[in-house]
């Protein structure tokens, strides 16, 4: 099979709202259209002073705590909002190229982009990851969004 979809179910996600700061969790803040990962962590940038940020279930009390010690001026626990999927393998970007208008050639979205974008009219949020992608979709499109995946797929699939 030369495309994989895993479902990452129950991730710690929280919106953190930052009036300045370098750095969150010992992890430095990303840039525009970016993402950062360190300690267990990955940081999104999702605007001018909005985070998101992802790790392992379970953690989000722990998160919140040191988040609000840390000066964040919120923190919302939106764990339920998103579903997390990777998609890897060799035609993982091809799959993509079907439904998303976003350039995905390395050249263009290197490592470490991260992305707000529509797919096959279903909003996501995309990371560009060594070892392929990540993608959040709302709870409410996650049937629909998977289903078109796996359509998608179907040519890729030996």
Do not use: K
């Not at 040191?66 to 799959?95: I, M, P, T, Y």
């Not at 993509?96 to 263009?108: E, N, R």
């Not at 629909?144 to 796996?150: C, D, P, Q, S």
């Amino acid at each position: 099979m030369t495309v994989d979809a895993v479902e990452e179910p129950f991730r710690t996600q929280l919106t953190v709202r930052l009036r300045e700061g370098h750095s969150l969790l010992g992890v430095d803040l990303p840039g525009p259209c970016t993402f950062t990962s360190a300690n267990g962590v990955d940081i999104l940038w999702m605007g001018p002073d909005e985070y998101l940020v992802l790790a392992e279930p379970g953690r989000q009390i722990e998160l919140e705590t040191a988040l609000r010690e840390a000066g964040a001026l919120a923190v919302v626990d939106v764990s339920a909002q998103r579903n997390v999927l990777r998609l890897n393998g060799e035609h993982a970007r091809d799959v993509l190229a079907h439904g998303c208008s976003i350039d995905l050639d390395p050249s263009v979205s290197p490592l470490g982009t991260c992305v707000q974008t529509l797919f096959a009219r279903t909003g996501i949020v995309l990371m560009v990851r060594e070892e392929g992608f990540t993608i959040l979709v709302r709870q409410s499109f996650a049937n629909y969004f998977t289903t078109w995946l796996a359509d998608a797929s179907l040519e890729y699939v030996s």
